[in-house]
Structures are given as C-alpha cells and as structure tokens.
C-alpha cells in the first residue's frame, strides 16, 4: 500500500532562517506531488506541484520554494521565513493520470517567531 | 475566478441522525469533485469523490450528490457518529491536472 511521510511534525524558527520540509511517497511511481498550505479554521492553497523530476510549478507568489530531486521525494524550502509564511504545511501525492483524489501526509506545524 | 464555498461553517447533529453537509462551487468548467474529512492536527482523508457525469455516488453511511444546474454539492453521512467529528472539505478540479481548489471547510460535531 502507498503510504507517504512528511518531517518534521512541528517546527518554530526564527525569522530569517532558512527551510526545509520533506517528504516522501512510498509504494507507488510517477506520482503527481503537491505542496498546500493551510491557514488556521481555513481551507488548503496550492504552492507548488510537480508531474516528475526537476519539474515544479508554482501557483502563488511567495518565499518559498519546491524541488523534487527524486521520484517519491518532495522538497519545500525558504532561504529567509517571514512571519507570514507560518501554517500549516502539508505534502500530497495523487496518481499522474486522469481523475483522482488527493493523499496527503499528516503536515507540518511551522511557526516562524 | 472559480471559488469554493461552503453554506455552513459549523454543524451540531445528534449521534444517529444524519448529517448534509453542502458546498457551493462557481466554476461550470470543474469535472471532478471530492470531500475530505479532516480531523485535528492531521491531513485531509479522502472520503468520497464524484464525476461530473454523474449526479450522485454512494460509499459506506456517505453519499455525494452533484447538482449541477446550481452548482451544488452535498456529503450526506448517515447514522452519524462521534468519529465522524470533523471539518470536511470539498474541493473540485478541472480537467486532469490534479489542482485542487478547496473551500473553507465546514466543522462538524457530533453530539453524544
């Protein structure tokens, strides 16, 4: 079965520090990668999504940034966190084609003082 | 541009009643929605999803139905119980790129 990781849990970083989020996919190939952002008592936005290797697309403008140097591995990143990019992160995989649901990984609480 | 929405932040039932919970989208073009659950501190769980060919689309106690004409859509659970406490999620895509578009959720909570 596929089952996918994401590290850390929870995270509080000083602004101005770098980032880096992971997460990993396991059973399954080729799949579509995502990276949303959840803000408190909202619904989930669209960062960034990949379709394979080296390919990355982002949806919003911001200061993060996403690479997936490995089939079933996804990337978030930041060189400087701002106070806003605190959230809720979380990784999801879907199969690359036709119509299907999301899976995601139980995110990342990252809180940036 | 395409929204999301949701009629109702939050919803109280009974354990043993049934539960609708509804979700408006704007976008004519979306072809493929899904409802997640999703319970504190975790990700969202896929429950239930339905193709814009069909108007309704039956699980385990859930049940999605597709009103396309208003754009609407319900997750209906039935004998509701207190694990299904939760926010729901809808969410719609269009085409096959497997962008989601979610609304802001809708809190559900079942009382014993």
């Known amino acids: 079965s596929q089952t996918i990781h994401q590290w850390p849990a929870t995270l509080v970083q000083p602004v101005g520090s770098p980032l880096s989020l992971e997460c990993t996919v396991e059973g399954t190939s080729n799949p579509n990668l995502y990276w949303y952002r959840q803000a408190a008592g909202r619904g989930l936005q669209l960062l960034f999504y990949?379709?394979?290797?080296?390919?990355i697309s982002s949806e919003v403008p911001q200061n993060l940034s996403a690479s997936r140097p490995q089939d079933r591995q996804f990337i978030l990143s930041s060189k400087k966190l701002l106070l806003s990019d605190s959230g809720f992160y979380l990784c999801a995989w879907s199969v690359l084609q036709g119509h299907s649901p999301l899976h995601f990984g139980n995110g990342t609480r990252l809180t940036v003082t | 541009g395409e929204s999301v929405g949701l009629h109702l932040p939050t919803l109280s039932v009974q354990e043993g009643d049934n539960s609708i919970i509804n979700c408006a989208y704007s976008?004519?073009?979306?072809?493929?929605f899904i409802w997640y659950k999703q319970e504190s501190g975790k990700g969202p769980q896929f429950i239930i999803d339905i193709r814009s060919n069909m108007d309704k689309r039956q699980g385990q106690r859930v049940t999605v139905l597709l009103n396309k004409t208003v754009k609407h859509l319900s997750l209906q659970i039935a004998a509701t119980q207190p694990g299904d406490s939760a926010v729901y999620f809808c969410a719609e895509n269009i085409g096959n790129a497997g962008k989601s578009t979610f609304g802001d959720g809708t809190t559900l909570t079942v009382k014993p």
């Open positions: 990949s379709v394979g290797i080296g390919q």
């Open positions: 976008n004519s073009a979306s072809d493929y």
